[in-house]
């Protein structure tokens, strides 16, 4: 199914999998490492975790019992806000990478801005881990405008992605547009809204025209977008199938407007509010 992980998108000269398998959330955690494999097996060749998902491991042992050459396995991990001190930052990649059994991610994400640590600090272990060959990019997940064109000036690499909340019910133009503005791609996590959105009338009707799911209509509509990368997840072997099965239809421009017309419900899923930022208003 290795066709199915064909579309890519180009930053920068640098190739990432449009569609990735994300690890935030295993109900069952027996299942977990048959599931990552698995989806390395239908062709996904993107895979999302985090220090603070707690998947980094069942992602190692993964990609270490998988006959996917690790270098056609884009990896994208993150740490977390608490250790956003330039020591403990260090100390969190190296965890990381000692957890997965890897000698590098494809790309590390600061996961949550941090407002009691001074911005600066935190993006200069960032770069830092670029430069030592921990991360071969690097980006920031969460941020606002305003911390988007901050982080863009303290870094001296660029920033590869901005991963936020973005599906149909929500508004994200602003922090879309500062991201384009930086040459920055958008990666989107709860890319359905968990949910919320598959029974929607009007995706259920584009769905039926197309004769596919709901899931994978939105998970298209995502991804039609320019430097667009969603990392749904999958609870099971149907799931992870249906969602990177994607690349052999187009949905029209009318279409596309009929989604994204939805986003006028601005429903935000994500909002921890230990950690959230002043969200940009639509």
Known sequence: MDAHSSSKVNI???????????????????KAV???????????????TARKYGSEAWVGEAIKHSPVAREDIWVTTKVTEENAKAYDFAQSVETSLTTMGLNYVDLLLIHWPQPNVPLGETIGALVKAKNEGLAKNIGI?????????????????????????????????????????????????????????????????IARMHNRTPAQITLKWLIQQNAT??????????????????????????????????????????????????????
């Open 12 to 30: 920068n000269g640098t190739k990432i999998p449009s569609i990735g398998y994300g690890t935030m959330v295993f109900p069952e955690p027996e």
């Open 34 to 48: 048959e599931l990552i494999s698995f989806a390395l097996d239908c062709g996904y060749r993107h895979i999302d």
């Open 141 to 205: 997940s969460n941020f606002t405008v305003d911390l988007i064109n901050q982080a863009a000036e303290l870094s001296s690499e660029p920033l590869f992605t901005n991963q936020i909340e973005y599906h149909p019910y929500i508004n994200q133009d602003k922090v879309i547009d500062a991201c384009a503005h930086h040459g920055i791609s958008v990666s989107c996590h709860v890319p359905l809204a968990r949910g919320e959105v598959l029974s929607d009338p009007e995706i259920v009707k």
């Open 229 to 282: 990368i969603a990392v749904p997840r999958g609870l099971n072997q149907k799931e992870i199938i249906e969602n990177i099965t994607l690349f052999d239809f187009s949905l029209s421009d009318q279409e596309m407007k009929m989604i994204s017309d939805l986003r006028a419900r601005n429903l935000r899923i994500v909002d921890p509010e230990v950690r959230r930022p002043l969200w940009d208003k639509p």
